[in-house]
């Protein structure tokens, strides 16, 4: 069966700093690879998706990158954090698992990101 | 343009009652429709999808679309102190991801 890991869970962040999350996927290959953050009052925001190694797609500028240096690997970076980067980020995977052909996403246990 | 409207609630209903929560959307191109429910602090994990209009059916769990009136809905059916979760709807279904409503916090009360 799948699994998709997500670390860390949890961090509290000085402003100015750089931040990594990661996340892999285990039992599929190919995934499609999501990075989304969900902000108090805000829902889910999708800010990057990836359908293969080296692919990124950004849904909103900002200050945050991705990178999928491996088929089931998914980073999320900064180089300098904002106060406005704190949220809660959740890592999902797809790939057409369904007869019908949805991209039914799976998600990570998620980090939270706490900068001060 | 992308958007997906959903009540934020809190939506409080006493146990056993039939909980109905709802989205609307706005680009008629969507093709599935989904729900998911979130813990607190914890991922979402997905309840049901969907791919037409009509009501699916999983348990004590009901979707429904309208898309002539661009409307889903879920039905929980004998609801649970334990479904107090929250409930968030999500479109789309290509390779560029879903798209979600804020989510409707649910309490079901003992």
Known sequence: SQTIHQWPATLVQPVGSPLSLECTVEGTSNPNLYWYRQAAGRGLQLLFYSVGIGQISSEVPQNLSASRPQDRQFILSSKKLLLSDSGFYLCAWGGGQTLSGANVLTFGAGSRLTVL | ?110
């Open chain 2, 1 to 110: 343009q992308k958007e997906v409207e959903q009540d934020p609630g809190p939506l409080s209903v006493p146990e056993g009652a039939i909980v109905s929560l709802n989205c609307t959307y706005s680009n008629s191109a969507f093709q599935y429709f989904m729900w998911y429910r979130q813990y607190s602090r914890k991922g979402p994990e997905l309840l049901m999808y969907t791919y037409s209009s009509g009501n699916k059916e999983d348990g004590r769990f009901t979707a429904q679309v309208d898309k002539s009136s661009k409307y889903i809905s879920l039905f929980i059916r004998d609801s649970q102190p334990s479904d107090s979760a929250t409930y968030l709807c999500a479109i789309g279904g290509g390779a560029d991801g879903l798209t979600f409503g804020k989510g409707t916090h649910l309490i079901i009360q003992p």
